[in-house]
């Protein structure tokens, strides 16, 4: 009797250590926010293009998080050069040849995200997509590791109109040049298929008309955000325009400087306050507000790289992990279910032209 006992108080026992040991583990496990199988968590960053500005605080942004977060995660990165045939192959490599626990991309075409989505699915990792929207929301909500990490489309066009609206209502007789009480502009255009050129291009113009000010587009120029394309689209243009255009509005700051080069040549935006044409842009990237300084442009709406790098990494970490895509942070998904949306930030503009 007595060794029965004996054996039952040894049986009792053990199962406490084991549970204990069990309970131990699982804590560890929880505590470990970032950390896979005692390593860093492994992420490919694949980039549109290192040739944008805007990228690149992008990437910078990644970097300064793995520098603020040693041992926690891994970045890899990949330049797809706007190519998607470059990106779709780098997607397979990774996919078939590495170990990988998190992918991260920045898309070159907005429209082909679908077998994207739906190889990355076979491998069950999750996919963070950021910055470039794409054009259809149904694949990213196919897919419960999937996400997007963007802004409002709408709302840098909004501030730009903002801005032009504020500098035309205090400087109108400078920047209306025929006296006729109507803003005439030129729109510099990202792609015609991106989701941001289009919000940017639609309501900067309607901000500015909502300010009771009237417009009249002299010209609509698509440029794909490409500084080189800009600055030759606008060198054409002025030749023929330079008496009508009083605005340059541009989806981003490469164009906006890119036209800059170009009215340059003429002699404009160089230093002679009689001779400016104002240009607004957005991203506000470092060469845009050196050039807001110096009064050579007029302004930008800053986009929030390293929120955007910031909530993109904290929703993947979670996904990685097991856990709900928003746990422990302070983003909301819209209304699409899928989407965070990083505001922006203001407007930053020399008033003087």
Request: charged share 25%.
């Amino acid at each position: 009797m007595r060794h029965s006992k004996k054996i039952l108080v040894l049986c009792t026992i053990t199962i406490m250590i084991i549970n204990l040991v069990l309970n131990s583990n699982k804590a560890a496990a929880n505590s470990q926010l970032t950390a896979t199988e005692g390593r860093p968590v492994r992420a490919s960053v694949l980039l549109r293009t290192l040739d944008d500005p805007y990228t690149v605080l992008l990437k910078q942004s990644f970097e300064e998080i793995q520098k603020n977060n040693p041992g926690n995660i891994e970045f890899t990165f990949y330049d797809c050069k706007n190519d998607q045939s470059l990106q779709n192959r780098d997607i397979n490599l990774i996919l078939n040849n590495e170990s990988v626990d998190l992918i991260l991309l920045n898309l070159v075409d907005p429209g082909g995200v679908k077998p994207i989505i739906d190889a990355v699915k076979e491998k069950n990792i999750p996919l963070g997509l950021f910055n470039i929207e794409p054009l259809n929301m149904e694949p990213v909500r196919s897919y419960s590791k999937a996400y997007f990490v963007g802004t409002n489309p709408a709302e840098a066009g909004i501030l730009q109109g903002e801005l032009l609206s504020n500098l035309w209502n205090k400087d109108k007789k400078i920047i209306d040049k025929n006296g006729d009480n109507i803003m005439q502009y030129v729109m510099l255009m990202g792609p015609r298929d991106n989701l941001e050129a289009i919000g940017r291009t639609k309501y900067s113009v309607l901000s500015i008309n909502d300010a009771g000010i009237k417009t009249e587009e002299i010209a609509l120029r698509v440029c794909n955000w490409e500084e080189d394309l800009a600055r030759d689209t606008m060198d054409s243009l002025f030749l023929g325009n330079s008496n009508k255009i009083e605005v340059i509005i541009s989806n981003n700051d490469a164009m906006a400087i890119g036209a800059i080069e170009a009215l340059q040549k003429y002699g404009y935006n160089d230093g002679d306050k009689s001779k400016v044409i104002p240009i607004v842009g957005v991203d506000a990237i470092p060469e845009a507000r050196q050039l807001i300084s110096e009064g050579i442009m007029t302004g930008s709406v800053p986009q929030d790289a390293a929120r955007m790098a910031e909530a993109t990494y904290l929703i993947g970490i979670n996904l990685v992990n097991g856990k709900e895509p928003l746990a422990g942070t302070s983003y909301k998904f819209d209304d699409t279910g899928v989407s965070v949306r990083i505001p922006y930030k203001g407007y930053i503009s020399n008033d003087n032209i």
